[in-house]
């Protein structure tokens, strides 16, 4: 059976190891950590990203699961903190025995293709020292916050402040009485906003170049994602691919209708709008920003353009503040491509040029656009995809458990062979339409690689890894088959919780169906059915 390195022991890598291995694949898994749980594995080091102690996840426990793994019924918590979320993870990894199948402490270094032996070359580096170990295939599950990314502004020299990228972020007490501007306007600029204001912070300002969503952890008694069905989606999904543009646009405009509903009437100052596609930026799920906003201790302001003194920087208005501290929430760079020179030229733009002639493929290589990795499915390198694959090029607003999980299982199946993927001009025409989708939706300045169209994209995925979610909850044949025999479950799957347990309640082509799924997805409806009565 063939060999499979699997790279970075997070959500995504502890779902593919397992998928992988019940399969038949002989996978290891290799950590640079001394421990399993990527972000949620909290330490002290500020050169290594991971969440606070006191950090909330934004999915709930009914939707950020593994699909034969629910989060125990011990744990209270409906949004599990980082704790919570870690123990979870270590008892998933007991559960499955994949343990024995995971090498902490090691960390991948490079990985390169050697022709002649038809393998990839593993580079690894551990307390033991260091070693090249040959595998078949590759997936690589790190790499997207290794390197922080912070923008440039003149007058950096004269700040004789504190400045930190979030990255560095790991006690908030150290701005206690501290004026902190924090730049950025997604979920981590959120939760460092929020947390200086708990930990005493004199003032907290906020700047964003743009606008984003805001939504309470609760709507109506109830977990936010909860509140859209999979037969509302499946709707969306069926008209995506007539219109798929148009159809995020109408997504975007629901998306922020329900944001407006939860937080009616924010004051214009605080810039929320224009605010960006769902499919672009994770909306901010937060329970206190709205709250320190209305009160003064979070203020938001212009963006900021130069820094003027050792405590003073101008924004665009022209105006002047004075702050003692900056923290940079703008994100990471990939570095998952450093780790291998093929994946590098692989899904570089330029390749496009020297592997076809088609016009709208040579429009996209030659535009002045931001070039965008060419990834099949935002998974695959086109020439090297029977045996390379990255679960890290995606972004969206859902539990990385389920994704991770569903991806696992998708993978595994294609590489068995069971699935099999398009030629590469094939592929490369599907990525360019892909690209063109996501500079439609995002505009060409801000479309980014890792972009996706969420329901047809998971519907392809659970084609992949043969679930028989698209037949039975679909709305052809066999959907209206399993409708007609089972009304009242068939009713419960489509309007109720859109539960991960789903992908593992029948035999499908991937192995492991699930025997607790039907009770596990019924609980989760229950509950959440008490949580209305009782709000």
């Avoid at 709008?273 to 003064?296: E, F, Q, T, Y």
């Avoid at 501290?325 to 093929?342: D, K, M, N, Q």
């Avoid at 979610?469 to 209206?480: F, I, P, T, V």
Wanted: glycine content about 8%; aromatic content about 8%; charged content about 25%.
């Amino acid at each position: 059976m063939a060999t499979v390195a699997v790279v970075g022991g997070g959500p995504q890598g502890l779902g593919a190891l397992k998928n992988l291995l019940e399969e038949g694949f002989k996978a290891t898994l290799f950590e640079r950590k001394k421990t399993i749980g990527g972000l949620w594995a909290f330490n002290e080091d500020t050169s290594d990203t991971t969440v606070l102690p006191t950090t909330l996840g934004n999915i709930s426990r009914f939707k950020n699961c593994y699909a034969d793994f629910p989060v125990p019924s011990t744990t209270k918590s409906i949004f599990l903190d980082a704790a919570e979320t870690l123990e979870y993870l270590e008892s998933y990894a007991k559960h499955f025995k994949l343990h024995e199948h995971i090498q902490l402490e090691t960390a991948v270094t490079s990985i390169q293709r050697d022709e002649v032996r038809e393998c990839w070359n593993i580079h690894v580096k551990s307390p033991k020292g260091e070693d090249v170990l040959p595998f078949d295939k590759v997936v690589i599950a790190t790499g997207q916050y290794s390197s922080p990314y912070t923008p440039q502004f003149p007058g950096t020299d004269l700040f004789k402040g504190k400045m930190i990228h979030s990255q560095a972020f790991k006690d908030p007490s150290q701005f206690r009485n501290m004026k902190v501007l924090v730049i950025g306007g997604a979920i981590t600029a959120s939760d460092c906003a929020v947390e200086l204001v708990n930990s005493g912070a004199e003032k907290v300002f906020m700047s964003s170049r743009r606008g984003n969503m805001i939504f309470p952890r609760f709507v109506k008694g109830v977990p936010v994602d909860v509140m859209t069905s999979r037969k509302a989606n499946g709707i969306m999904a069926s008209l995506s691919e007539l219109a798929p543009a148009m159809i995020q646009k109408v997504l975007d405009v629901g998306a922020s209708r329900l944001a407006d509903s939860c937080w009616p009437d924010l004051p214009s100052e605080w810039k929320t709008k224009p605010r960006v596609s769902i499919a672009l930026n994770r909306p901010i799920v937060s329970d206190k920003l709205v709250d320190c906003m209305k009160k003064g201790e979070i203020k938001s302001v212009p963006i900021l353009t130069r820094f003027t003194g050792s405590d003073t920087a101008e924004l665009s208005d022209g105006s002047t503040l004075q702050i003692d501290a900056v923290i940079f929430c703008t994100g990471y760079r990939s570095e998952t491509t450093s780790l291998c020179p093929e994946l590098c030229e692989s899904i570089s733009p330029r390749k496009l040029c020297e592997s076809t002639s088609s016009s709208s493929s040579s429009s996209e290589t030659n535009s002045s656009e931001p070039p965008l990795l060419r990834l099949y499915q935002n998974i695959f390198p086109p020439e090297h995809a029977s045996s390379l694959a990255l679960l890290t090029q995606w972004k969206l607003g859902t539990g990385i458990c389920e994704i991770a999980d569903l991806l696992g299982m998708a993978l595994a199946q294609i590489w068995q062979g069971h699935f099999p993927l398009p030629p590469i001009p094939e592929m490369d025409r599907t990525i360019t339409r892909h690209h063109a989708w996501a500079r439609a939706v995002a505009g060409a300045e801000d479309a980014d690689s890792k972009m996706v169209a969420k329901e047809p994209w998971k519907a392809w995925l659970n084609e992949a890894a043969g679930t028989g979610c698209n037949e039975r909850l679909g709305y052809g044949w066999g959907g209206w088959r399993f409708w007609w025999r089972e009304r009242r479950w068939c009713g419960i799957l489509m309007e109720g919780v859109d539960s991960p347990h789903v992908m593992r309640l029948w035999e499908g082509r991937r192995k492991g169906r699930w025997e607790g799924a039907r009770g596990a997805i019924e609980e989760a409806n229950r509950e959440v059915e008490r949580m209305k009565r009782e709000r």
